[in-house]
């Protein structure tokens, strides 16, 4: 069917690129499906941080763990269930707490 | 900030429009927000069944419970952590298990 369930057990977590941190993401969907949209996992171990600017927007399922969340000088503690919605072009500090994190 | 972190708890979930099953939504983001994708969660009861074509492509994480989604003659049962990727066109059935479910 062209409509997949997709599970973290299936998902080969690599280094994204430009990343030395302990952060790795493992994308199940991308333009290679020929979809609008790439999904994936995101996996951060304890304390690691990620800083970037979104060139293309991002929604973020915070399913395990914990993160927070810096953009405009504001800050945000996501739990597991939180939506993180990052548009394309804000430059957003995410960084995992002593639990890491898992994100979709 | 630009930058969102939403959580079920801030949600109201209400039913869809011509949906009278147990089966609510609640929207955080959508067009009013200028953004390109409508974000949310959506809260089905035990055994709730909903079944639609799809008039937009939709990714749902599950969250809490268990969901069986069929397509294509095909059924899959989703788990917490389960990406399930509908692309536009598709025709889906989604059907609520003993636990009901929380999706993202």
Redesign the interface.
């Known amino acids: 069917?062209?409509?997949?369930?997709?599970?973290?057990e299936e998902a080969s977590f690599e280094h994204s690129p430009g990343q030395d941190g302990d952060i790795f993401f493992a994308n199940?969907?991308d333009e290679r499906h020929g979809?609008?949209?790439t999904?994936g996992?995101g996996r951060y171990w304890p304390h690691q941080r990620l800083q970037e600017t979104m060139t293309v927007?991002d929604?973020m399922?915070l399913?395990?763990g914990a993160l927070t969340?810096t953009?405009?000088?504001?800050a945000?503690?996501?739990?597991?269930?939180?939506?993180?919605?990052?548009?394309k072009g804000?430059t957003?500090e995410i960084r995992a707490l002593e639990a890491g994190a898992?994100t979709?």
């Open positions: 069917m062209n409509v997949r369930v997709l599970s973290p199940l969907v979809g609008p949209v999904i996992y927007g929604v399922v399913l395990e969340i953009s405009g000088g504001e945000r503690t996501a739990a597991p269930g939180d939506i993180v919605d990052m548009p804000e957003v898992l979709a």
